[in-house]
């Protein structure tokens, strides 16, 4: 299995479970592996051939403008399954974080990884 990856990837989002991060955007990070084969995109040098990582970074961007989540978890699964079922990915690593959110540390978030690794 080959990874096409996206590493820190800001988006805009309401996500959290108080009423402020309801109410609030928030800048999450988000860094993706992408599990796909790109042995057909090696050799016909086609951008067709292959997961195209600003087409994903552009659609993510826009879905999560456009939701709520509670929590991180649920917007790690709602990207997973955008990736396995939208853009054909076999497995995926997703890891979310938010910024700042508690005093003396930096980052904190969620690792999942789903489908199928071969
Ligand atoms: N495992 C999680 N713990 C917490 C989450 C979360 O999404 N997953 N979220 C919060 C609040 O929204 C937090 O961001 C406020 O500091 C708390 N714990």
């Given at each position: 299995m080959d990874i096409i990856f996206i590493d820190a990837l800001r988006a805009s989002t309401l996500i959290g479970i108080y009423p402020r991060e309801k109410a609030m955007p928030q800048t999450i990070e988000i860094s993706l592996q992408i599990g796909t084969s790109t042995a057909s995109a090696g050799a016909s040098?086609?951008?067709?051939?292959?997961?195209?990582y600003a087409t994903v970074a552009e659609r993510l961007r826009s879905e999560l403008a456009a939701r709520h989540f509670n929590l991180l978890e649920r917007l790690a699964e709602y990207v997973a399954t955008l990736l396995l079922?939208?853009?054909?990915?076999?497995w995926v690593r997703v890891s979310i974080a938010k910024l700042?959110?508690?005093?003396?540390?930096q980052r904190v978030g969620v690792v999942i990884e789903r489908g199928a690794a071969s």
């Open positions: 040098d086609d951008i067709g051939d292959t997961i195209d079922e939208d853009f054909g990915a076999t700042g959110m508690m005093s003396g540390v």
